[in-house]
């Protein structure tokens, strides 16, 4: 095991001595660790206080970008729907993990297996009720907004 994925794994731990999910990420950029985070669940109100959310918000906040192309995440469990879903949105192209979403579900913790299913689904389908109104004509179309504003 290399470096940084043992210390994703000691973080990992270290969480679950301290009441918390066994989920650590680093983050690493030229060999180098940019970011850490650990599942903050058991300490604050935030559902999305994941390892590799809060890994990427810490290398974002501190780098001011949004762009973390050329970033590897080092996961000591494999990533949930969301944490993948902020990879892609920051441009990253690598997330090594340790632990699967299988390992996960054996442990008791099944909401990314879940998740994962949920989103083969057809939006008809899914048990998160989705459903869209169309503009009035009471509001300016936000998209036709935006995109004006891009020419
Ligand atoms: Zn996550």
Request: proline residues 3%; glycine residues 6%; hydrophobic residues 35%.
């Amino acid at each position: 095991m290399d470096q940084f994925m043992k210390r994703a794994v000691e973080l990992a731990l270290n969480n679950v001595k301290e009441g918390g999910q066994p989920f650590g990420a680093v983050l690493i950029k030229d060999n180098k660790v940019v970011s850490e985070g650990v599942n903050e669940l058991h300490k604050t109100y935030d559902v999305s206080g994941h390892a590799e959310l809060l890994a990427i918000r810490r290398a974002q906040e501190q780098l001011q970008t949004n762009d973390l192309s050329g970033y590897t995440m080092y996961a000591s469990g494999e990533p949930c729907p969301m944490c993948l879903t902020a990879m892609y949105f920051a441009g990253m192209e690598k997330v090594i993990y340790c632990q699967s979403v299988e390992d996960a579900v054996e442990a008791g913790l099944d909401k990314s297996q879940f998740i994962y299913h949920e989103l083969k689904k057809s939006r008809e389908e899914r048990s998160l009720q989705i459903i869209q109104m169309s503009l009035t004509g009471e509001l300016d179309n936000p998209m036709k907004a935006w995109k004006s504003k891009q020419l």
